[in-house]
């Protein structure tokens, strides 16, 4: 008994180097736990095959969309972009060419909101403003914040059967100023499994990185005999 005292704090402090950023706020790696803890969203997608979901938040952008687009299909992969409802308005051929290139769309609300931080009427409205330009019954939270009435409450915002909460299995972390675009290589590739849902941003804020370390991450992927999938929008 004294001994597993004595190894627990070990274990735990093991666990945080690994989950957590080192004196980050945020997750790298999604724990089990949390996963459990709200089950009816979807984290990542079981299967026995190499297959990888990469996914892109806060676009399109007119810089950073075209770039992942172009590293895409040089290596026939195919993602899913969850966009912001005015960044849709403001770049549409963009958005297009994001759909005509077979990729998935998500809703991310119209204004990057925070669930947390907005009244649910706000918030509810805004996810409804952006489903007017984005027809999709896929939703991600800015932030992974969303209160559970919002949630509950996306399907009839939207006028849709059901929407699909969409968060993620790993984080690229690319959006910290802090890191280096290797850091965020090291982010994906140490954590991803099969059947990962990962998130990087076509932002400008995560575009010093992203640019770097995205075609290194793709060739990783298709060198060791990863397909990366689009989420379907059905």
């Given at each position: 008994m004294g001994k597993d005292k004595r190894e627990f704090p070990c274990?735990?402090?093991r666990l945080t180097r690994v989950i957590f950023a080192p004196m980050k706020n945020y997750l790298i790696k999604t724990p089990w736990l949390l996963k459990r803890m709200f089950p009816s969203y979807t984290w990542n997608i079981a299967t026995s095959e190499k297959i990888v979901y990469l996914t892109f938040d806060d676009g399109p952008h007119p810089v950073?969309?075209?770039?992942?687009?172009?590293?895409?299909?040089?290596?026939?992969?195919?993602?899913?972009?969850?966009?912001?409802?005015?960044?849709?308005?403001?770049?549409?051929?963009?958005?297009?060419?994001?759909?005509?290139?077979?990729?998935?769309?998500?809703?991310?609300?119209?204004?990057?909101?925070?669930?947390?931080?907005?009244?649910?009427?706000?918030?509810?409205?805004?996810?409804?403003?952006?489903g007017k330009h984005i027809d999709s019954i896929l939703f991600r939270p800015p932030y992974g914040r969303v209160r559970s009435f919002q949630a509950s409450n996306l399907a009839s915002a939207l006028k849709k059967p059901l929407i699909r909460v969409v968060m993620w299995d790993v984080l690229s972390a690319d959006f910290d100023q802090e890191l280096t675009a290797e850091d965020c290589l090291k982010n994906v590739v140490l954590n991803i499994k099969p059947g990962s849902i990962v998130v990087m941003h076509d932002s400008e804020k995560a575009f010093p990185r992203l640019r770097e370390f995205l075609p290194l991450l793709l060739a990783y992927l298709q060198k060791n005999g990863y397909a990366m999938a689009r989420i379907e929008n059905s």
């Open positions: 274990v735990i402090r950073a969309t075209p770039f992942v687009l172009d590293e895409l299909k040089k290596v026939s992969g195919k993602a899913t972009f969850f966009c912001i409802g005015k960044n849709v308005v403001q770049e549409a051929a963009i958005y297009r060419r994001v759909l005509d290139e077979g990729h998935s769309v998500g809703n991310h609300t119209h204004n990057h909101l925070n669930g947390w931080k907005t009244n649910n009427k706000t918030y509810l409205a805004d996810v409804a403003n952006a």
